[in-house]
T-cell receptor, first 112, second 113 residues
Framework: KNQVEQSPQSLIILEGKNCTLQCNYTVSPFSNLRWYKQDTGRGPVSLTIMTFSENTKSNGRYTATLDADTKQSSLHITASQLSDSASYIC???????????FGAGTTVTVRA | EPEVTQTPSHQVTQMGQEVILRCVPISNHLYFYWYRQILGQKVEFLVSFYNNEISEKSEIFDDQFSVERPDGSNFTLKIRSTKLEDSAMYFC???????????FGQGTRLTVV
């Protein structure tokens, strides 16, 4: 069964600090890996999308990395802001069907 | 910037009633999806739709559910005879092709009482 596991489940950081979120997946074969940001009660918004051949992708203060050999990805948030408080979801797209496999998300709380 | 729009934002319905959730995907997108998220749980795939037919569906998407693209712009999810456990946030998404970034709507919060 295709699975996406994220850690930690939640974390609290001070404004201006950095943090790194982890994602492990078993989806295979896989086409691409995405990180989404979801504010409470809103739809997910795409941050990055990486194919299996890409190692890193940045979007402003967000940098995602991918190791397709170990099936691990990380999302690094630099110089966090209060508006970064949200759930960050790792999503893996299999190459043989249309279903996206979602992780449970990491809830990030940024405090002043 | 183009976006996926969903209506209504919140729907309350009595158990056993039928509901229709509406979505307007981004205009040049060809692939459409419905997902749901039960409060506190992860987002779950329901169905994908391409070329006026279902291309894939999950085990959640049983005979109670149906999707339709009644005209060139709308994409609807119908839930017949709603149950309490259907209460969730329902997200519509669309993508240009199957393997590219999916854009999500803001969701419809369905509450079955």
């Amino acid at each position: 069964k295709n699975q996406v596991e994220q850690s930690p489940q939640s974390l609290i950081i001070l404004e201006g600090k950095n943090c790194t979120l982890q994602c492990n997946y078993t989806v295979s074969p896989f086409s691409n890996l995405r990180w989404y940001k979801q504010d409470t009660g809103r739809g997910p918004v795409s941050l990055t999308i990486m194919t299996f051949s890409e190692n890193t992708k940045s979007n402003g203060r967000y940098t995602a990395t991918l190791d397709a050999d170990t099936k691990q990805s990380s999302l690094h948030i630099t110089a966090s802001q209060l508006s970064d408080s949200a759930s960050y979801i790792c999503v893996v797209s299999p190459s043989n069907d249309y279903k996206l496999s979602f992780g449970a998300g990491t809830t990030v709380t940024v405090r002043a | 910037e183009p976006e996926v729009t969903q209506t209504p934002s919140h729907q309350v319905t009595q158990m056993g009633q039928e509901v229709i959730l509406r979505c307007v995907p981004i205009s040049n997108h060809l692939y459409f999806y419905w997902y749901r998220q039960i409060l506190g749980q992860k987002v779950e795939f329901l169905v994908s739709f391409y070329n006026n037919e279902i291309s894939e569906k999950s085990e959640i998407f049983d005979d109670q559910f149906s999707v339709e693209r009644p005209d060139g712009s709308n994409f609807t999810l119908k839930i017949r005879s709603t149950k309490l456990e259907d209460s969730a946030m329902y997200f519509c998404a669309s993508s240009e092709v199957s393997d590219t970034e999916a854009f999500f709507g803001q969701g419809t919060r369905l509450t079955v009482v």
